[in-house]
């Protein structure tokens, strides 16, 4: 009967946390399409926005009309900012989710090495006793006839 790999807990516990830094890494991946994905709304938004400015230029604007134009202008470049520095700070959440996981996965691939390592040794272990019983059982047969033929 095969020995139990002793380090098989070790390994189930790191299976799981790479299972875990994968999902954890997927939810920052799509945080971070998410995030992009409103910078790249608000900026095409604000040039709509700066593209009607021009085009209400272009006939004639009010005083008031021109400062709100530029007030809306100043919020939209500020929701701007803020969504930069939210991509910004996502993209490093990225970089430091797809670390983890990496060195989950180096740790767990080092375990799931000695797992092969230690099968491998017990098949060729039971591969060594299965050959010892065949010669045993051959060399008995042989000794059998070898007496009948006496």
Do not use: C
């Not at 202008?73 to 700070?89: G, R």
């Amino acid at each position: 009967m095969p020995e139990k790999f002793t380090l098989q807990p070790l390994l189930d516990l790191m299976r799981d946390r790479t299972d875990e830094a994968t999902r954890q890494l997927g939810q920052l991946i799509a945080a971070e399409q998410n995030a992009k994905g409103r910078l790249q709304l608000l900026s095409r938004y604000r040039e709509e926005y700066a593209q009607r400015f021009r085009e209400a230029q272009a006939q004639g604007l009010t005083l008031q009309s021109w400062q709100n134009y530029q007030d809306f202008l100043a919020k939209i470049d500020e929701a701007i900012t803020q969504q930069d520095s939210i991509v910004a700070a996502s993209e490093q959440n990225t970089a430091a989710g797809q670390q983890h996981w990496q060195e989950q996965h180096t740790r767990m691939k080092a375990i799931d090495t000695l797992s092969v390592r230690h099968w491998e040794a017990q098949e060729k272990k039971a591969n060594k006793q299965e050959q010892k019983q065949l010669d045993e059982f051959a060399a008995q047969s042989y000794q059998r006839g070898k007496n009948r033929d006496q």
